[in-house]
């Protein structure tokens, strides 16, 4: 203990708390980047602050490794080795209390800035649940690993260079996982998921209703203590032949975590995206201040839906975001809703209505990613369809492009549809809304029974 | 407040052979005895004065021969006993004088209660008290030296291998450094490195004569003072007696 607190009042483990907590800072406020937007910005849950922390560790884990690679290289600065080595204590006694102080203080720092976000979460109302501690404990626990392990490789390469060479290194070994990361990079094809895990860095937060799994948690704990261990080992190696020998925790962390880690990094995050129902409408806990508004609405749209042989009895948000929506199954009996990031977050709830009978009660089957064409014909369609029920021909929520360019089709199909007689209109509402539901086929050219 | 005695002499070394590195071997075949008492070591440089001293302090093994320290082949227990101050004193230069006497107390096992004191009075013997709680890296040459000697006299040594301690000592600082040598080797063996023969004239109790890494002499200063004769380079006995010893072939250089 005596030592221990010597080396955090007098060592450099302080300053490597600091500077991770200035990084974090510096990059959290600096940029208006995406950490900022949304309902996944950092300051809004408390395990979006997590998990945003843990995209940091791209920039924040090498700044730990080059500092404790410079706190590694004291005894060859300061020329102590003769001294020290003629002490009674064993070495790995000195070893502790110097990447004890570190791995205080840098764990320090990263409960520092998350907590941070946390506050900022509790005061924007976020839901409080566990998702962030397992994520921040590992989290600590990499910046610990890269400070013993910056420290071990100082001790064996002891250079002024070692410092900003590991932290280079890491740097692109960490961007170059993390960008493996990207959906959008198919990382199947990259490397395979086990493998982009190691890197304690996840990818930037997309889903607030998804966290990071168990078996994530638990690879990478695995792993990165291993890869402490190393650190630690060759901090206090008394030889060459030893220094080998520290490989193995990490030989054995890497053997170990890889078939723990698995293919999935997100599972659904049941805290917040378990349903709660008022009347025919649910949506997920995150989102429960929307009832007020959503259940009338819902209770409306439902009641214009019952012209429908099959009409559908609830209104369901899908808690997802919009680019997984069509991943979500459909059914006939539910009315299947996005409350992020579309109509809903830009309409009033008096619109509500129209989006909820869009399509007979069906959701678009398109993202940004599909093409324009069926997009713009979906959207006409769904106009249209909306129409049918509420009486009125109005413009949906969407890219003005869309809108402007589904008027004239949507205008053309709703008198089409009006001319028809009420079974034949029906019939091909129906039709529609089964276009919906499987989202196989031309709801345009269902509506309109093929003419347009 | 010691164990009771069970070795002849507190260093004992016989043929020892020491090497830096794989090749050089910089002391060659040394045997000689130290009890308690102060020993001044010299020699002209590249003599193995630091060698030796380093492998009494543990830091080297010898290649062949054998050295004994206070009688105790258990290396751990050997190392609480021994003081030790390296020629290039390297040091922590964030900590105060007093927290890296501390540190070095237990690294040196001093049991924690007795730390504070032990460092205390430590400080006070090397003539620091008034700065012990400044930073290292703000104290001149000859205070960092007295640091130095605090530490390599924390844990009571039986042994303290001083290695050039007077370096960059003022001579009034070197005068009170004899007093302080006279006093330790009242009740240790204290083997002290250095150029200076005037400091071995006035606090050594023994002298021993180190050349290219083998024993030239080893006795009282007296017996010292005694080899020269007026024709020997010096301006005192002890020196001209210092000249006529390494007055042999095998001298090289011009000085």
Redesign the interface.
């Known amino acids: 203990m005596?030592?221990l607190r010597?080396e955090l009042?007098?060592?450099l483990a302080p300053w490597a708390g600091l500077l991770l907590v200035a990084g974090a800072v510096a990059v959290l406020y600096s940029l208006s980047a995406p950490w900022w937007k949304g309902r996944e910005a950092w300051d809004a849950q408390w395990h979006t602050a997590a998990e945003w922390l843990r995209f940091l560790l791209v920039f924040l884990w090498p700044l730990t490794v080059g500092a404790g690679a410079v706190a590694g290289l004291?005894?060859h600065r300061?020329?102590?080795?003769?001294?020290?080595?003629?002490?009674?204590?064993?070495t790995w006694h000195?070893g502790a209390a110097t990447a004890g102080a570190l791995a205080i203080c840098l764990a320090l720092g990263y409960l520092a800035v998350f907590a941070l976000g946390a506050a900022q979460a509790v005061w924007h109302g976020g839901i409080f649940h566990l998702a962030w501690l397992p994520t921040t404990a590992v989290g600590a626990l990499a910046v610990v690993a890269g400070g013993w392990l910056g420290m071990g490789l100082a001790r064996v390469f002891p250079s002024v260079l070692t410092p900003p060479l590991l932290a280079v290194s890491a740097m692109v070994a960490l961007v170059f996982l993390t960008i493996s990361q990207d959906p959008g990079t198919q990382p199947e094809q990259v490397l395979p998921n086990q493998v982009v895990l190691l890197s304690p860095a996840l990818w930037a937060v997309r889903n607030v209703y998804a966290t990071v799994s168990g078996a994530v948690h638990l690879g990478q704990a695995i792993w990165l203590t291993g890869l402490a261990l190393t650190g630690f080992w060759l901090l206090v190696a008394p030889s060459a032949r030893l220094r080998v020998a520290a490989l193995v925790p990490v030989v054995v962390g890497a053997a170990v975590a890889l078939p723990v880690l698995p293919a999935r990094t997100f599972v659904r995050n049941e805290a917040v995206s378990a349903l709660v129902c008022r009347g025919p409408a649910c949506v997920a806990r995150l989102d429960q201040s929307s009832l007020d508004e959503l259940a009338p609405a819902a209770e409306e749209a439902l009641r214009l839906l019952r012209k429908l042989p099959d009409p559908p009895t609830s209104v369901r948000d899908a808690a997802q975001p919009s680019r997984s929506l069509h991943t979500v199954p459909r059914t006939p009996d539910v009315v299947l809703i996005h409350l992020t990031g579309g109509a809903f977050e830009y309409f009033e709830p008096a619109d509500w209505r129209t989006e909820l009978v869009a399509g007979a009660g069906t959701p678009t089957c398109f993202t940004d990613l599909d093409s324009d064409r069926a997009t713009v014909r979906e959207t006409a369609a769904r106009t249209a369809t909306a129409a049918w029920f509420t009486g009125r021909l109005t413009d949906l929520h969407n890219y003005r492009f869309l809108r402007e360019a589904a008027a004239e089709p949507a205008r053309q199909a709703w008198d089409l549809l009006r001319a028809l007689p009420p079974e034949q209109q029906l019939r091909q509402v129906s039709a529609a809304r089964a276009v919906g539901l499987s989202c196989r086929g031309d709801q345009l050219t269902a509506l309109t029974g093929g003419v347009l | 407040m010691t164990a009771p005695t069970t070795y002849a002499w507190e260093i004992e070394a016989r043929d020892l052979v020491v090497k830096v590195g794989r090749r050089r071997t910089a002391v060659d075949g040394v045997t000689l005895t130290m009890g308690r008492g102060v020993h001044g070591l010299l020699g002209p440089n590249g003599a193995g004065k630091t060698t030796l001293i380093r492998a009494l302090a543990t830091v080297l093994r010898p290649a062949s021969g054998t050295l004994s320290l206070l009688g105790d082949p258990d290396l751990r227990s050997l190392r609480r006993r021994i003081g030790y101050l390296p020629q290039e004193f390297g040091h922590y230069r964030r900590f105060t004088v007093r927290e890296f006497v501390e540190y070095m107390a237990w690294l040196k096992e001093v049991p924690g209660p007795e730390i504070p004191a032990a460092v205390q009075r430590a400080v006070e013997r090397a003539g620091l008290a008034d700065r012990a709680d400044d930073r290292l890296k703000t104290l001149s040459g000859g205070m960092v030296r007295r640091a130095g000697i605090a530490q390599a006299i924390v844990n009571d040594p039986e042994v303290l291998l001083l290695d050039e301690p007077t370096a960059g000592l003022d001579p009034a600082q070197r005068l009170r450094f004899r007093d302080l040598l006279t006093e330790l080797g009242t009740d240790a063996c204290v083997v002290v490195s250095t150029h200076l023969v005037e400091d071995v004239a006035a606090a050594c109790t023994d002298v021993v004569l180190l050349a290219e890494g083998r024993l030239v002499f080893q006795g009282t200063p007296a017996q010292l003072a005694a080899a020269g004769t007026a024709g020997h380079a010096g301006d005192s006995p002890i020196e001209r007696g210092y000249s006529a010893l390494l007055a042999s072939p095998r001298q090289r250089g011009t000085w």
């Open positions: 005596r030592a010597l009042r007098r060592s004291r005894d300061e020329g102590t080795r003769d001294l020290l080595a003629t002490t009674a204590r064993p000195r």
